[in-house]
């Protein structure tokens, strides 16, 4: 266990530091890492049905994870123009896995469920986290404004803030099982804790470091953030869960050490990227 700390430490220090660099930098370094982490993130999805009888059709479904984010900042700022062709781009992929799943499947290669889990797994993965572009890339900003990265960090801060006074809440307090069967070590006393240090967290750093870069959030704001964030990343650390329970792993991988896989650390991220988007937007943020 004490080797396991020190590893999920070294490797915190330094992939936190980078994630704030590629957060600040943003444009299509921004893109390019989620495009990385999109496909690792299929892979483990794809993985995952694997170990239960299920193959993918991966080069379809790696080459929409890898293209969802980058196709995602060339889109940024023509809101009026891009939906079109992003629905039959879409379209024209799907007609691509079902012909790639009517020539190499057949009938008897269970093409329905191969198709749904390619599918699935690059929209999971890949274009849940490409909710961070419209965040880092509004179409009010200009050119590569830092402003914004802020304001991507503000969900991300509280997602991890949330993570760890759940942890502690549900070490201390112990109680009634939150979700016993996917996620045995979770409790109500960890979820409620999260959620008062995710609310806790968002208004402290609203106050005391946005309000430095310019976000003028009122505590009722910033609170509302907290609030739905701290949900949000509970319901989608659960989520992932179910999907390693059906599987019958601890992890999704091994790739991170002392981590996990990309799947193990982004999935709270899955659900809160994409709410947080929506949230800033219906506050005027972005």
Same mark, same amino acid.
């Given at each position: 266990m004490a080797s396991n700390l020190v590893q999920r430490i070294a490797v915190s220090a330094v992939l936190i530091p980078l994630? #704030? =660099?590629i957060i600040l930098r943003g444009g299509w370094v921004l893109a390019g890492a989620l495009a990385l982490f999109g496909v690792l993130g299929a892979s483990e999805v794809y993985d995952l049905a694997r170990r239960q009888g299920i193959e993918?059709?991966?080069?379809v479904g790696y080459a929409a994870a890898a293209a969802i984010p980058l196709a995602t900042y060339w889109a940024k700022g023509s809101e009026d123009h891009w939906a079109e062709p992003a629905i039959f781009a879409g379209a024209l992929w799907l007609l691509v896995v079902l012909t790639v799943a009517m020539v190499r499947r057949g009938p008897g290669g269970k093409p329905l469920t191969s198709v749904a889990v390619t599918v699935f797994?690059?929209?999971?993965?890949?274009?849940?986290?490409? #909710? =961070?572009?419209p965040i880092r890339h509004p179409a009010n900003s200009l050119g590569l404004n830092w402003h914004y990265a802020w304001l991507v960090l503000l969900p991300l801060a509280v997602t991890w803030i949330c993570d760890t006074c759940a942890m502690a809440a549900g070490r201390i307090f112990g109680g009634p099982k939150l979700a016993p069967v996917l996620s045995p070590k979770k409790t109500w006393a960890g979820a409620i804790g999260g959620v008062v240090g995710g609310v806790a967290g968002s208004i402290l750093i609203g106050l005391l470091i946005l309000a430095t870069v310019g976000w003028r959030l009122s505590v009722a704001e910033l609170a509302l953030v907290g609030v739905v964030v701290s949900l949000t990343a509970q319901v989608g650390d659960v989520a992932e869960?179910?999907?390693k329970r059906e599987a019958g792993v601890k992890d999704s991988s091994q790739l991170i050490p002392g981590h996990g896989g990309v799947l193990d650390r982004l999935d709270s991220l899955y659900f809160v990227v994409p709410v947080s988007a929506g949230l800033f937007r219906l506050m005027g943020l972005i």
């Open positions: 994630a #704030f =660099i993918a059709l991966t080069g797994g690059a929209l999971y993965a890949s274009a849940l986290l490409s #909710f =961070i572009i869960s179910l999907f």
